[in-house]
């Protein structure tokens, strides 16, 4: 059988990193709208609906995703000559700053943690609570560039490499 293909946006505007919402009925990504030399924001779109900017005037908008129960969306931006961490409501409002020097944020699917890559050490990854604790995972990897979690958030995919003369790969990192 062929596959059903569902196009969900349909412009001629640079579009980036998209993530599906859970239940598969929004999408979000970094867009500039089509329109030349616009600082591209991170855009909503309902599968089927309109797309809808969340975001005015930020700069360098990058890795947007959900939060586990699609409440939020979590991305990076350019602010104060470093990456930051922001969230703001799926359906609007003003983002709020999570993490200062900070990029590739993930929530759990569970919904307890929060991952991210602090920009001053490449060689861990860090993770908050709901309740706010602080923990830092130890890899034992270098140059560490993206995290993200199993569908058990028991533990996380990381790319980085044991030694900076190798290449970068994919390792499975344990939580607890």
């Known amino acids: 059988a062929e596959p059903r293909l569902q196009r969900v946006t349909s412009t001629t505007a640079a579009t980036f990193w998209p993530a599906l919402s ?30 809808v900017r969340l975001t005015t005037g930020m700069r360098e908008c990058a890795e947007p995703a959900f939060s586990a129960d699609d409440t939020r969306v979590i ?13 703001i409501p799926t359906l609007g409002g003003l983002p709020r700053l999570l993490k200062r020097a900070a990029h590739n944020g993930r929530f759990s699917p569970d919904g307890r943690w929060l991952v991210y890559l602090d920009l001053a050490s490449g060689d861990a990854v860090r993770l908050i609570s709901r309740d706010g604790e602080e923990r830092m995972l130890r890899t034992g990897l270098v140059d560490i560039s993206f995290a993200t979690w199993s569908d058990d958030s ?15 790969d994919c390792w499975i990192v ?3």
Not at 156 to 166: E, Q, R, T
């Open 75 to 87: 991305f990076s931006a350019a602010a104060e000559s470093t990456r930051n961490l922001y969230e």
């Open 154 to 168: 028991r533990h996380l995919l990381v790319v980085g490499h044991p030694d900076p003369s190798a290449d970068r």
């Open 22 to 51: 859970s239940d598969a009925r929004m999408v979000v990504y970094v867009s500039d709208a089509g329109q030349d030399g616009a600082t591209p924001q991170v855009w909503l779109q309902q599968v089927g609906g309109s797309a």
């Open 174 to 176: 344990p939580v607890d």
